[in-house]
């Protein structure tokens, strides 16, 4: 009993992590401004990029980034080594799994900012790298895929994250990553709806014009 709770805490703990809003925190520091105020009005990385800093906007996206990877590598080492499987998974991975996602989680929905998060994208990107450094490739490779062929960021994320998953799961040899697959779609993909247009077009082959049109801060 003692080690169950000891593993919820650890996922409640990834997803308070997850959610401190860096990026938001530095744009107050260093501009002087709130970052849901201003720009596309969301509090990450690339907002701090395009209206308060280049310099201080990478360095909140790197620690957006450790943010998943500590939250992974922490929950991996000190989770319950309990002797059961899941998937093909054993204790402590599914438990650092699930708070890898707890923390883009976190991230996209803290409760510090009224639930009003990031993208997701600098903390799935540590916590991915976590798992596996090789991992990087195959995110990049799907975001890649998204950006020049569909040119709409939702299928780039949406592939990002299905290739990274369906290679952990080959690699690592666990179905697991299935079910982590379905879980960061869950998390991630409203994050880059557009409700400013119609649902269907959001998800619309070649939506954007140019390239340089999916990578411009949106209001949604």
Same mark, same amino acid.
């Given at each position: ?26 744009? /107050? ?84 900012? /009224?639930?009003?998060?990031? /993208? ?101």
């Amino acid at each position: 009993m003692s080690g169950i709770l000891k593993d919820i805490g650890i996922i409640i703990a990834g997803f308070l992590v997850g959610a401190i809003p860096f990026c938001f925190i530095l744009g /107050k520091i260093v501009g002087g401004k709130r970052l849901t105020e201003i720009g596309d009005k969301n509090p990450g990385g690339w907002n701090l990029v395009f209206n308060v800093s280049k310099i201080w906007g990478f360095i909140g996206i790197i620690l957006d980034m450790a943010k998943g990877y500590f939250v992974y590598y922490l929950a991996y080492r000190f989770s319950s080594s309990g002797s059961f499987e899941v998937l093909g998974a054993a204790n402590h991975q599914l438990i650092a799994i699930i708070a890898g996602c707890a923390a883009v989680a976190g991230h996209n929905y803290p409760p510090y900012l /009224k639930f009003n998060g990031g /993208k997701g994208l600098a903390t799935w990107g540590g916590f991915m790298i976590a798992i596996s450094p090789f991992s990087i490739i195959t995110a990049a490779v799907g975001l890649l895929a998204g950006i020049l062929v569909a040119r709409n960021m939702i299928w780039s994320v949406s592939l990002g994250i299905i290739f990274t998953g369906i290679f952990l799961w080959i690699y690592k040899g666990s179905s697991i990553f299935a079910v982590m697959i379905l879980l960061l779609l869950v998390i991630m993909l409203p994050k880059q709806v557009n409700t400013k247009i119609n649902l269907g077009l959001n998800f619309k082959f070649r939506k954007e014009a140019t390239l340089g049109d999916l990578f411009k801060p949106k209001i949604r």
